[in-house]
């Protein structure tokens, strides 16, 4: 299974670049220190008889530091490497003993002289072309008379050299240097040839298996003084990864137990006091473009005496309260369960750090007539609630900045009570709100979050602005950061509102190779016809507040038609068929829409309706933009199919014909499997090759519900086990072809959901049984056919006889251990697993509302959710807990998890059983990763005093983190 969240990381890794290239010690502070057995020079900054570690020039009066070349010593075989015998104690000289000759995979920087192009850490005086790599350690305990502190940083904060002592040999690592709370890096950079002392890391997910050895490395350790909260985060770069390696006793090496974890951009982890902590940065593709830097921060949580409420360093103490409490000077309390109003605001006010969850917060709505998203729920969120009033007419914008995941609902008072009806609920939004507030009028401002993982949301602020526009020209500004508009079904044109047509009705007829230029859809002509198009590209898009600007086409004979716009910014184009009732929309007129160019083909003697719309609310009329029509008549004669048709498209076939290899040819609906075995590797594959069938157009366990495999044939291999063997189906050059995995055909080629087992475009892993026969159908869900397929089909019987829970099993995933067991990575032992490991013992779910959890402690993997509702292409592996829900009324229950975090990972998959066995007592599943909970919730049929499982899961081990569920009675 493929996730985005290895695509879209915001994260990267790093080396040091040809000055760090080494791996030697440095102690002089005076001149170069050399292999070999010289005095480098305060001068020059080289040493004879050796090659040039590191070059530190010191710090002198007068001279330069032009940094040399050494001579090369004589070489030495038996001399271990690093050796470091010499220093100084500052007076301008250096003197080292060491090696002469460093170890073939050794990388020494020959030449340290800096250049523009390849910054260094040897020269001292850093320049604004040439950053560096500082070091905050000193043996210096007072003040420079510049004011730069003892532990290397300057009074604003900007990391300085003072006094650097060079890289370090810990374990298999080259320490760059060591770094403390409040250090500031810049300047890092990474060079070709640079040492790699790791390729890949234990910690990583295996289903990505990061190769990090074309990157080379920096590496910084910290020791922590005390047990803090300590956040490590790269500047100025995103294409760098952090590796947590912990100071085992071996300094730094990467092993089950001393890697930690992997940051994407930054990584936040509890230090103990006194632990050594070693940073490794790595650029995940290759060497990252530029400099970078490095920040520490160290934050002390303090939750003295709190059961609740925030610990001082962005997080939380204690569980938190429960739904229907509020947190009060870190103390639960119970909240008001009707609105109620904090206080009475009015135009011009501003409130700040605020949040919907301490003293006055409530927990009155669950639901709102008007919300944004029938989905939402917002059981597991409380209130805030304000009160406005004005005594005259007044349109207000409430402006909200840092709210998070809370929407804005306005709520007119009824018979002055603050209550969410049809009557009183007048709008919502997820972020700004204007409305229109009658003089006299009360209307309560609720801030109330969706979220069931994060329902409270603190230091938000709040703006309360009241628009200006008495007598002043609509498109002037309105006070409030905008400008005044006109009333609906009004168009703001020079200074004047007009009211416009509601039907739709051409500007213009425009022809083929017409260019239209500085048009808008609000000038002259415009109406206001459309709030919606039948064929609209994004469904949730509303188009009631923009007028149209509208041109028609008439053909003359049958053409490929391409309609494009520019400058066009939130305008869309749609192109209407007139099927007999003009210009109007329908499923059957409704062709097709862009944001920037469509084509159809056109059809001769029809007219088509160029609608030019904006989807925006905030720049519902656009102007500028330039229309192009440009329209070509396809050549297809003698020509095969696949062959270019003229119009920047391809010849295709008859109906029910497929295009293989410039020939129509039709294929039957027949299963008709190819036996392979394990080992073999076929090449020059098609999914439309000798045997091919077309019986398939959907599978019920596609990864993507919107995929359509009606136009492509496939080709079927089958494959029996006769032992439990670990399968790898693997597929290269595929393109647009897709693996479905099925553990039988079924009747007619017609497998069942239960035989449907998972889907992949590259590589299907699965766990196969002795007996049994697997399908792999070759199927496209683009192109009709693609040839030149290659397909690997390797088999693997793990083996753990010998190797401790959490290592590899000899077939790439981690031994586990046995039945109420769970493996703790950190020790690499088996112990009891944790209450809610498996349905025997299930963790309860006492009440409605929301609950949270994490799967990266002792569980242990025991239940399987591919073919359970939308799950699909799970990896086989990955822990899972189970909760048990016994409800006390008969009804029908809403389950939903939050939307995805690809940045953070965490449990991605839910599934409910009545009985907790396979797939087949499954009542409905998900798969988060793909949806969301505004749009989609597991919706089960439940009956009191029954209990019901609920099985908490992952695609990968990425997702064995934390993760939330919210149950609610619809």
């Known amino acids: 299974m493929f996730h985005w969240n290895r695509v879209l990381r915001l994260i990267g890794a790093v080396a040091l670049g040809a000055a760090l290239g080494c791996t030697a010690t440095t102690t002089g502070t005076g001149g170069g220190t050399?292999?070999?057995?010289?005095?480098?020079?305060?001068?020059?900054?080289?040493?004879?008889?050796?090659?040039?570690?590191?070059?530190?020039?010191?710090?002198?009066?007068?001279?330069?530091?032009?940094?040399?070349?050494?001579?090369?010593?004589?070489?030495?075989?038996?001399?271990?490497?690093?050796?470091?015998?010499?220093?100084?104690?500052?007076?301008?000289?250096?003197?080292?003993?060491?090696?002469?000759?460093?170890?073939?995979?050794?990388?020494?920087?020959?030449?340290?002289?800096?250049?523009?192009?390849?910054?260094?850490?040897?020269?001292?005086?850093?320049?604004?072309?040439?950053?560096?790599?500082?070091?905050?350690?000193?043996?210096?305990?007072?003040?420079?008379?510049?004011?730069?502190?003892?532990?290397?940083?300057?009074?604003?904060?900007?990391?300085?050299?003072?006094?650097?002592?060079?890289?370090?040999?810990?374990?298999?690592?080259?320490?760059?240097?060591?770094?403390?709370?409040?250090?500031?890096?810049?300047?890092?950079?990474?060079?070709?040839?640079?040492?790699?002392?790791?390729?890949?890391?234990?910690?990583?997910?295996?289903?990505?298996?990061?190769?990090?050895?074309?990157?080379?490395?920096?590496?910084?350790?910290?020791?922590?003084?005390?047990?803090?909260?300590?956040?490590?985060?790269?500047?100025?770069?995103?294409?760098?990864?952090?590796?947590?390696?912990?100071?085992?006793?071996?300094?730094?090496?990467?092993?089950?137990?001393?890697?930690?974890?992997?940051?994407?951009?930054?990584?936040?982890?509890?230090?103990?006091?006194?632990?050594?902590?070693?940073?490794?940065?790595?650029?995940?593709?290759?060497?990252?473009?530029?400099?970078?830097?490095?920040?520490?921060?160290?934050?002390?949580?303090?939750?003295?005496?709190?059961?609740?409420?925030?610990?001082?360093?962005?997080?939380?103490?204690?569980?938190?309260?429960?739904?229907?409490?509020?947190?009060?000077?870190?103390?639960?309390?119970?909240?008001?369960?009707?609105?109620?109003?904090?206080?009475?605001?009015?135009?011009?006010?501003?409130?700040?750090?605020?949040?919907?969850?301490?003293?006055?917060?409530?927990?009155?709505?669950?639901?709102?007539?008007?919300?944004?998203?029938?989905?939402?729920?917002?059981?597991?969120?409380?209130?805030?609630?304000?009160?406005?009033?004005?005594?005259?007419?007044?349109?207000?914008?409430?402006?909200?900045?840092?709210?998070?995941?809370?929407?804005?609902?306005?709520?007119?008072?009824?018979?002055?009570?603050?209550?969410?009806?049809?009557?009183?609920?007048?709008?919502?939004?997820?972020?700004?709100?204007?409305?229109?507030?009658?003089?006299?009028?009360?209307?309560?401002?609720?801030?109330?979050?969706?979220?069931?993982?994060?329902?409270?949301?603190?230091?938000?602020?709040?703006?309360?602005?009241?628009?200006?526009?008495?007598?002043?020209?609509?498109?002037?500004?309105?006070?409030?950061?905008?400008?005044?508009?006109?009333?609906?079904?009004?168009?703001?044109?020079?200074?004047?509102?007009?009211?416009?047509?509601?039907?739709?009705?051409?500007?213009?007829?425009?022809?083929?190779?017409?260019?239209?230029?500085?048009?808008?859809?609000?000038?002259?002509?415009?109406?206001l016809a459309f709030s919606k198009y039948t064929c609209q590209s994004f469904s949730s898009d509303d188009y009631t507040g923009s007028p149209e600007a509208v041109y028609s086409l008439t053909l003359d004979s049958d053409q490929n038609v391409t309609v494009s716009m520019t400058n066009s910014s939130s305008v869309d184009i749609t192109v209407l068929e007139d099927v007999g009732a003009g210009c109007g929309d329908s499923k059957e007129a409704c062709l097709d829409q862009g944001s920037a160019e469509v084509t159809f083909a056109g059809k001769a003697g029809k007219t088509y309706y160029l609608v030019m719309d904006s989807y925006s609310a905030s720049a519902p009329v656009v102007s500028g933009i330039d229309l192009e029509v440009t329209c070509c008549v396809s050549d297809c004669a003698e020509k095969p199919c696949g062959a270019d048709d003229g119009c920047g498209g391809t010849c295709g076939c008859a109906e029910g014909g497929v295009c293989v290899a410039g020939t129509c040819k039709t294929f039957e609906p027949t299963c008709n499997p190819t036996p392979i075995k394990c080992g073999d590797k076929l090449t020059g594959v098609s999914n439309g090759g000798d045997g091919a069938g077309l019986s398939f157009s959907k599978y019920a366990c596609q990864n993507y519900s919107s995929d359509d495999y009606s136009a492509s044939p496939e080709t079927i291999y089958a494959l029996s086990l006769d032992a439990d063997q670990f399968v790898t189906f693997d597929l290269t050059g595929s393109l647009s072809v897709d693996v479905t995995v099925l553990s039988g055909l079924g009747e007619a080629c017609n497998p069942t959901k239960e035989q449907c087992l998972l889907q992949d475009s590259t590589t299907a892993e699965f766990q196969g049984k002795a007996g049994q026969t697997y399908y792999f159908v070759l199927d496209s869900y683009n192109d009709p056919v693609v040839t030149d397929i290659d397909v690997e089909v390797i088999c693997c019987t793990p083996s753990c006889d010998l190797a401790a829970c959490g290592q590899d099993d000899g077939c790439g995933k981690p031994c586990g251990c046995g039945p109420g067991n769970a493996c703790d990575t950190d020790t690499s032992t088996c112990k009891a697993a944790a209450e809610g490991d498996t349905c025997a013992a299930p963790l309860p779910v006492a009440a409605l509302g929301a609950i949270s959890g994490d799967l990266s402690g002792l569980y242990a993997n025991d239940y399987e959710l591919n073919g359970c509702g939308s799950i699909s292409g799970a990896d086989p592996g990955v822990k899972d807990a189970v909760y048990a829900y016994s409800p006390t009324e008969t009804g029908t229950y809403l389950i939903t998890m939050p939307t995805y975090d690809w940045l953070s990972g965490g449990a991605s998959l839910l599934a409910v059983f009545g009985v907790c066995d396979t797939t087949s007592a499954c009542l409905g599943g998900a798969d988060w990763f793909y949806e969301s909970p505004e749009t989609f919730a597991i919706e089960v049929a439940m009956t009191a005093g029954t209990t019901y499982y609920i099985v908490i899961d992952g695609y990968s081990s990425f997702d064995e983190g934390p993760f939330s569920f919210t149950i609610a009675k619809k």
């Open 34 to 527: 050399g292999t070999g057995g010289t005095t480098g020079d305060a001068t020059t900054g080289a040493g004879s008889g050796g090659d040039v570690l590191i070059a530190d020039s010191g710090k002198t009066t007068g001279g330069t530091e032009d940094l040399g070349k050494a001579d090369p010593g004589p070489a030495s075989e038996d001399a271990p490497l690093p050796k470091d015998t010499g220093s100084t104690a500052g007076d301008g000289t250096g003197s080292t003993t060491g090696d002469a000759t460093p170890p073939d995979d050794t990388a020494f920087v020959a030449d340290t002289t800096p250049s523009e192009d390849t910054p260094s850490v040897s020269d001292t005086t850093p320049t604004e072309d040439t950053p560096t790599l500082s070091d905050a350690s000193s043996s210096d305990t007072s003040t420079s008379p510049d004011g730069t502190s003892p532990d290397g940083t300057s009074p604003d904060g900007t990391f300085t050299e003072t006094g650097d002592t060079g890289p370090t040999i810990s374990g298999t690592c080259l320490i760059a240097q060591a770094v403390q709370c409040g250090d500031k890096l810049t300047g890092l950079v990474i060079a070709a040839g640079a040492t790699s002392a790791f390729g890949t890391y234990t910690c990583d997910d295996p289903e990505f298996g990061t190769d990090y050895g074309g990157s080379g490395e920096i590496i910084v350790s910290f020791t922590s003084p005390t047990q803090q909260l300590v956040t490590v985060d790269t500047t100025n770069t995103f294409d760098v990864d952090i590796i947590r390696l912990e100071d085992a006793g071996n300094g730094c090496e990467d092993t089950l137990s001393t890697c930690k974890d992997i940051g994407i951009g930054d990584l936040s982890f509890e230090a103990q006091a006194g632990k050594t902590y070693y940073f490794v940065l790595e650029g995940y593709d290759g060497p990252p473009s530029g400099p970078f830097g490095l920040d520490v921060t160290c934050c002390k949580p303090n939750c003295d005496g709190k059961v609740c409420g925030t610990d001082g360093c962005g997080g939380t103490c204690g569980a938190g309260c429960k739904v229907g409490e509020n947190c009060n000077a870190g103390a639960c309390e119970a909240a008001p369960t009707t609105c109620t109003a904090v206080k009475t605001v009015g135009c011009g006010e501003s409130l700040t750090g605020l949040t919907n969850g301490g003293p006055g917060s409530t927990y009155a709505f669950s639901t709102y007539p008007c919300q944004v998203d029938e989905g939402d729920t917002f059981t597991a969120s409380p209130e805030l609630t304000y009160a406005f009033t004005n005594p005259s007419n007044t349109k207000v914008k409430v402006t909200s900045d840092g709210e998070g995941s809370l929407n804005l609902t306005v709520l007119k008072a009824i018979e002055g009570q603050c209550t969410a009806t049809e009557d009183s609920c007048i709008d919502q939004s997820y972020g700004d709100l204007t409305f229109d507030a009658a003089a006299g009028e009360t209307y309560y401002l609720v801030w109330d979050s969706y979220s069931t993982s994060s329902p409270i949301d603190s230091d938000f602020d709040v703006t309360i602005c009241c628009l200006n526009c008495d007598g002043v020209a609509c498109g002037q500004d309105d006070g409030c950061g905008g400008t005044c508009g006109c009333n609906a079904g009004s168009l703001c044109t020079e200074g004047k509102c007009v009211e416009q047509p509601t039907t739709c009705a051409p500007i213009a007829a425009v022809k083929c190779g017409d260019k239209l230029t500085g048009l808008s859809n609000g000038g002259p002509g415009a109406t």
